[in-house]
């Protein structure tokens, strides 16, 4: 990786030169890329039942969605939140045990044991996804990145965004972007709400440049934010919809399918 030529700084332009893909999936196949993608959230700490994501292929397009009748993923640890998500890597250990990727609660067990899979964890490249939000209060939905985790700290976060459904506008919207350390001790949290000239409703590029000395975030090409920090290990994605609301309080057919609709996903690597 040393012998690599990386960019000196990041460009005001998203500069594709000397990148190559890597990975891509425009969603043209009916079917969801059992080579890239694991149709769960985080399973080791629920179970696949529990922590599969509802989705369609429409129109060439990934259609992440929360569905009426959805129950939580895990009700004990992180109460009505649910979730629909798709991951590039799983593993972890014994049940029982605390091993196991994105641990973001202490009271978080083993309750299924996921045989390891690392099916895309890139360290250092550029990643773009086209997407778009959800004007819906309740909902929030994001990519990001996580350290695969195999390793003690191992386990920080590289988010190319989030978008809160209370926060998307025709107008303007608020873009969350940024690092999070979790279990990594090198890193420090370096997170902020972005307000941009657009309706995140629409569909817009998100991008991450991330190199050994930044992480550069874009949106539609234009740089928005650049972090000095760059986790040093391979890292996984994570493609989700969230719903937040308390379960006794949503409305059973109102407004469902809630629907987060991707347009495509591309990583590149440093040719």
Sequence with gaps: MNDVLWPAEPRPLLDRTGYQVEVEDDFADPELNPKLWIPYYLPQWSSRQAAAARYVIRDGQLVLRIEAEQQPWNQDVDGWLRVSSLQTGVFSGPPG???????????????????????????????????????????????????????????????????????????????????????????????????????????????????????????????????????????????????????????PADGYPKEFVVDFFRGYRRA
């Design 97 to 251: 045990s605390a091993l196991g990727q994105h641990r973001f609660d202490e009271r978080l067990v083993v309750r299924e044991e996921q045989d390891r899979s690392a099916l895309y964890t890139p360290l250092y490249g550029l990643f773009e996804i086209r997407a778009r939000g959800i004007a819906d209060s309740n909902n929030m939905c994001a990519c990001w990145m996580i350290g695969f985790d195999d390793e003690p700290g191992r386990s920080a976060e590289i988010c190319l965004f989030e978008l809160f459904g209370s926060a998307i506008g025709p107008d303007r919207s608020e873009v969350r972007m940024g690092l999070h350390p979790f279990g990594d001790p090198s890193v420090t949290d370096e997170f902020s709400t972005e307000i941009l000239a657009m309706d995140a409703t629409a569909f817009h590029t998100y991008a991450a440049e991330w190199t050994p000395s930044y992480v550069a975030f874009y949106v539609d090409d234009r740089l928005i934010k650049v972090s000095r920090q760059s986790p040093a290990y391979p890292m996984q994605f994570m493609l989700n919809i969230y719903e937040f609301a308390d379960g006794a309080a949503l409305e």
